[in-house]
């Protein structure tokens, strides 16, 4: 399935990419990730998510496919199985990098091939899901490049439960219903 996603972070380009560019800085901020090895642009790691009474646990592995510095974009193939059931999740990542305002927008689009129990959760939760993923990914960014300039730790995304998950993707998708119904399209975009 295909998801795409935007987000904007009140840092220049340039800035962000750079933060982007270096794995240890970009894995803290995925929620429920947590990076186990690095080797050049090949990595392992965990990720664990609750999305209402199901939490999974994905262990795998991916690779930095093509970074364009002058085009500010990344792709990264990646994939994983349940550490303890028979799911699997596959993902081709592609993210732009591009200046809006006095900051920067991340537009990120993913090739999502899930298996197993969380698959059953079809493609508009899934996706709503990763929505609520991306904007707590995109603040965790912005809060650490502040950090940085102030010379402090990194943190990482701050934790969510799988009810909050659950609540601001039922959020996302009342919003999409009720806007196709007024046909306010920009309303259920953004």
């Known amino acids: 399935m295909l998801i795409e996603n935007e987000f904007e ?20 901020c995925v ?10 642009e090949q990595f392992k790691g965990l990720v664990t ?7 999974v646990k994905f262990g795998g592995e991916g690779e930095v496919v093509s970074r364009d ?9 990646a994939s994983g199985a349940e550490t303890k ?18 900051g920067s927008k ?7 091939t899930l298996s197993g129990p969380i698959a059953q959760f079809g493609r508009g939760m899934v996706a709503d899901v990763m929505a ?13 490049i502040g950090r940085l300039e102030r010379g402090e730790s990194l943190v990482g995304a701050r934790a969510t439960s799988g009810l909050a998950i659950g609540i601001n993707a039922a959020k996302i ?12 399209r920009s309303w259920y975009e953004s």
Request: glycine residues 10%; positive net charge.
């Open 49 to 55: 998510s609750k999305v209402g009474p199901v939490t």
């Open 132 to 144: 609520v993923i991306m904007k707590s990914f995109g603040a965790a960014i912005e809060e650490n």
């Open 85 to 102: 059931g028979k799911g699997t999740a596959v993902v081709n990542l592609v993210a732009q990098l591009s200046p809006s305002g006095k």
């Open 31 to 40: 929620p429920g990730a947590e990076l186990t090895e690095l080797n050049g």
């Open 106 to 112: 991340v537009s990120v689009r993913m090739d999502l």
């Open 9 to 28: 972070i009140a840092s220049p380009v340039d800035k962000v990419w750079d933060y982007l560019y270096d794995m240890n800085n970009l894995v803290p």
């Open 173 to 184: 998708a009342l919003r999409r219903v009720v806007g196709r119904l007024l046909g306010i």
């Open 69 to 77: 510095a002058t085009a500010r974009r990344i792709e990264v193939d």
